[in-house]
């Protein structure tokens, strides 16, 4: 099974969403749109690649009974809601980018 390579925006956006994961587990389209400056029309198409290629789980969650639309970024194949419970540190947790920016 060979692995897709990623573009470099997606590679971006990815590293971005691990960013906000340390300190956010309900990462919204809002968010990731704020963090990186890309519109829906850009964002989307580089969230559908990092979905596609398993590098994050998106889906519905309630939170505090409100229903949100979330992207958590894969580590590893494992979406962490609270990245602090199972690395030491934010450096730590950062070694798992992508790319090197």
Partial sequence: MSK???STQ?????????ELNWSEPYLTLE?????TGLGRSKLLPKLAELIGGGKVLHGHE???GEVLVTYTPK????????PLDYY???TEWMEN???NM
Avoid: F, R, S
């Avoid at 997606?10 to 691990?18: C, I």
């Avoid at 968010?31 to 963090?35: G, K, L, M, N, T």
């Avoid at 580590?75 to 609270?82: C, T």
């Fill in 4 to 6: 897709t390579k990623l």
């Fill in 88 to 90: 030491k540190n934010y």
């Fill in 62 to 64: 309630d939170v505090q």
């Fill in 31 to 35: 968010h990731i749109q704020a963090a």
């Fill in 75 to 82: 580590v590893k194949g494992v979406a962490y809601g609270y």
């Fill in 10 to 18: 997606a590679t971006k956006v990815y590293d971005t969403l691990l």
């Fill in 97 to 99: 980018k992508l790319c």
